[in-house]
């Protein structure tokens, strides 16, 4: 029963008030070896959104528009959870926004209301003060694709205090590296907190076998992972920077023991907790 009672454990109103959480999530092409679904991922997801907003603090998201994505979910739990001083900001990455009507963009902003606001960015990942009033562009190279979700993910390192990080494709991106792998990297370069959720497998649970090996062990590597020479650069790369920073992001308010159990926890009350009470202990 108490350790139900600590599961369950939700920071107190306001507590994160003015503070900023960015949210690295993607689907995790593990799901299925973990006898999991999306339905669970996206229920971890919400009790995330509802546990952060709840206590008052900010969410920053960098994804794209598109109606079943994560974006549109995340505003669908404010619709139902959230306060009303646009708690979730929405970055998109100029070869996302520049790649959308007018009509699109306007729609976007409507319904996002007041659970929301959309920063958008030029190619350097400097915030522009809206978008564009210009025609939108229909291709973009793979180099200039990979520039601007760098500069997307350097201006999500800049302006929050702390990250999340759930899932995460191995194939199939876009950038340099896998997505979640680039923010990893660019928040450990900052010193920035990280809670590393990794029962839902995909490159979060790849970062942890490269941090704390002990934490994953599990889950056995992926063959993917094995066999990925880009995957398997970009994961030497975090232990690099981690050993050159002295910081593995794992200073996160959490102790050992509670890291470990974010590290395979697939409960979405509990990841919450954990989450939520790490950032209680450190902002």
Not at 57 to 66: K, N, S, V
Not at 91 to 101: D, G, K, P, T, V
Not at 143 to 161: C, H, I, W
Request: proline letters at 4%; charged letters at 30%.
């Amino acid at each position: 029963m108490a350790d139900e009672k600590q599961r369950a454990e939700l920071l107190p109103a306001d507590a994160l008030k003015g503070k900023r959480l960015g949210i690295s999530v993607s689907n995790s092409p593990d799901l299925d070896r973990l006898g999991l679904t999306e339905t669970h991922f996206r229920m971890t997801l919400g009790e995330l959104v509802r546990s952060v907003v709840i206590a008052g603090g900010d969410l920053y998201y960098g994804g794209h528009l598109q109606p079943e994505g994560i974006t549109t979910f995340l505003i669908e739990e404010l619709h139902r959870y959230g306060r009303r001083d646009r708690p979730l900001k929405v970055c998109l990455a100029w070869s996302i926004h520049r790649s959308m009507s007018k009509e699109q963009i306007a729609e976007q902003k409507d319904f996002l209301g007041l659970f929301g606001e959309i920063h958008f960015l030029d190619s350097n990942g400097d915030r522009l003060e809206g978008p564009l009033n210009e025609e939108p562009v229909s291709e973009f190279s793979s180099e200039e694709r990979a520039g601007a979700l760098s500069g997307l993910r350097n201006y999500m390192a800049k302006n929050t205090d702390a990250r999340i990080v759930i899932g995460g494709k191995r194939d199939g991106f876009e950038g340099a590296m896998p997505g979640i792998v680039e923010e990893v990297l660019l928040s450990l370069e900052s010193k920035q907190p990280v809670f590393l959720a990794g029962g839902f497998g995909g490159a979060a649970v790849d970062i942890i076998r490269v941090l704390r090996p002990g934490s994953a062990e599990w889950f056995p590597l992926s063959p993917e992972t094995r066999n990925d020479s880009r995957l398997l650069d970009s994961l030497e790369r975090v232990s690099e920077v981690a050993s050159r920073m002295e910081w593995d992001g794992l200073k996160n308010g959490l102790s050992e023991e509670e890291n470990s159990l974010l590290a395979a926890s697939y409960r979405p009350s509990e990841i919450a907790a954990l989450v939520g009470r790490g950032l209680g202990r450190i902002l």
